[in-house]
């Protein structure tokens, strides 16, 4: 059976801290994964990650694919409040189709 | 570029009466577009599948007969949930990719809150 785990489920971080975020997947017909931040509405596409061993960086986050050992890592630096939200790995197979873990609820504190 | 549009962006409906959600890509052709409906303090959970001009695929559990998929065109996919129940009431968010080797990712609709009463 398919399935996508991220860890942790839940984190409390203070500004400034480094935050690392990991997701493991096995699912058939992998294509690619999908990093997410969500607030309080729909998702918002952060990467999509196809290559191993390519970081994809924007500002302050970065991502990377481990496709042999099946795991990819969303790293945060300096974080700020505003990087409060949960964070959803998502992996597409090739119909497509997204199937997304339980995602890690980030708090970053002043 | 790959924006989609979804509305309404919240309703509330008596229950037993039906409500359709709209959801449009407008500034691409969306071969396939995706239904997730997420349950509070749960993660997305793909429904259904909705490819242009040809029937929709239901993921196991999804009746698709309460939830009424059509995809007439290449910019418009809706989502009709047919006698709804309180049971129902979720957030529904359409995604849309212009197909296979797009680099767009798979861009999200802004969600419908749908509250049955």
């Known amino acids: 059976e398919d399935k996508v785990v991220q860890s942790p489920l839940s984190l409390v971080v203070h500004e400034g801290d480094t935050v690392t975020l990991n997701c493991s997947y096995e699912v058939t017909n992998f294509r690619s994964l999908l990093w997410y931040k969500q607030e309080k509405k729909a998702p918002t596409f952060l990467f999509m990650l196809?290559?191993?061993?390519i970081e994809k960086k924007s500002g302050r986050l970065s991502s990377i694919l481990d496709k042999k050992e099946l795991f990819s890592i969303l790293n945060i630096t300096a974080t700020q409040t505003g990087d409060s939200a949960v964070y959803l790995c998502a992996v597409a197979d090739s119909w497509g189709k997204l199937q997304f873990g339980a995602g890690t609820q980030v708090v970053v504190t002043p | 570029g790959a924006v989609v549009s979804q509305h309404p962006s919240r309703v509330i409906c008596k229950s037993g009466t039906s409500v359709k959600i709209e959801c449009r890509s407008l500034d691409f052709q969306a071969t396939t577009m995706f239904w997730y409906r997420q349950f509070p303090k749960q993660s997305l959970m793909l429904m259904a599948t909705?490819?242009?001009?040809?029937?929709?695929?239901?993921e196991q559990g999804v009746e698709k007969d309460k939830f009424l998929i059509n995809h007439a065109s290449l910019t418009l996919s809706t989502l009709t949930v047919t006698s709804a129940h309180p049971e129902d009431s979720s957030f529904y968010i359409c995604s849309a990719t212009p197909g296979q080797g797009s680099s767009y990712g798979y861009t999200f609709g802004s969600g419908t809150r749908l509250t049955v009463v």
């Open positions: 909705s490819n242009e001009g040809s029937k929709a695929t239901y």
């Open positions: 196809t290559s191993s061993g």
